[in-house]
Nanobody, 126 residues
Framework: VQLQASGGGLVQAGGSLRLSCAAS????????MGWFRQAPGKEREFVAS????????SYAVSVKGRFTISRDNAKNTAYLRMTSLKPEDTAVYYC????????????????????WGQGTKVTVSS
């Protein structure tokens, strides 16, 4: 599967962005999807994940209540809606796919994702 992340940019604190992750070359519903981010000098960290069925989502504590992950299996696309953005949300955001995870299961673990997109940069100014 090939993943193409887009939607990043420069936004003021308190603003919103929607990231998209378009998948190609596969049956999208076979993959649980996740969003991760990596700030300069830091390790890649979990942001949010969604099950293959869309029935289960999970969020990092730092983004819960501000970010929403979703997916449209008909469009082969996952989304991350980000609101109330803070300067500490500044990072490169990556989408990732986890092949044939159980239908209602998700994972926050980087190592469990088989495929990664190229990343899209989000910068939040104060």
């Amino acid at each position: 599967v090939q993943l193409q992340a887009s939607g990043g940019g420069l936004v003021q604190a308190g603003g919103s962005l929607r990231l998209s992750c378009a998948a190609s070359g596969t049956t999208f519903s076979s993959y649980a999807m996740g969003w991760f981010r990596q700030a300069p000098g830091k390790e890649r960290e979990f942001v949010a994940s969604i099950s293959r069925s869309s029935g289960v989502t999970s969020y990092a504590v730092s983004v819960k209540g501000r970010f929403t992950i979703s997916r449209d299996n008909a469009k082969n696309t996952a989304y991350l809606r980000m609101t109330s953005l803070k300067p500490e949300d500044t990072a490169v955001y990556y989408c990732a796919a986890d092949y044939l995870r159980a239908l209602y299961d998700v994972s926050p673990n980087v190592a469990e994702y088989n495929y990664w997109g190229q990343g899209t940069k989000v910068t939040v100014s104060s």
